[in-house]
């Protein structure tokens, strides 16, 4: 897999998740020789929005994610993020992590799928109605 079909293949399960929209094209633009980033803003029926940063590695010939952040808010307030910035090394699952709520409480959290966030995006919308 080279990283644009990594990369299309993101757009695809965005496009197929029928929840929301994308705010505009995804972006992606190459910042090394190796180094891919893709970022793309989904808005949600609510006026909530998630939005996806990932930074790709190429050295090694296939697509590598080295970093990401998925960040999940509505009227400015974060309702999660889930991100690999080294900052909490006392939870289990470090660098991975998941910060919860306005406060962005830190939890342990493995990385999770696309579909896994449009998942808990959905239980959110389906059960608070006002969010």
């Not at 757009?11 to 972006?27: H, M, S, V, W, Y």
């Not at 960040?71 to 992590?97: E, S």
Request: aromatic share 12%; charged share 25%.
């Amino acid at each position: 897999m080279n990283v644009r079909d990594y990369f299309t293949g993101i757009e695809r399960g965005i496009i197929q998740n029928r929840l929301g929209f994308l705010d505009q094209p995804a972006t992606i633009k190459i910042i090394a020789e190796r180094y891919w980033v893709f970022r793309a803003r989904i808005i949600f029926w609510n006026g909530s929005h998630l939005t996806i940063d990932e930074t790709v590695d190429t050295t090694q010939g296939y697509p590598r994610l080295i970093e990401y952040a998925y960040t999940y808010v509505k009227d400015g307030v974060h309702i999660f993020r889930y991100d690999n910035a080294p900052h909490y090394p006392q939870l289990d699952t470090f660098p991975h992590h998941k910060h919860v709520g306005p406060d962005e409480t830190p939890e342990a959290a493995e990385p999770p799928t696309l579909n896994q966030i449009f998942r808990e995006i959905e239980m959110i919308l389906a059960a608070n109605q006002e969010l």
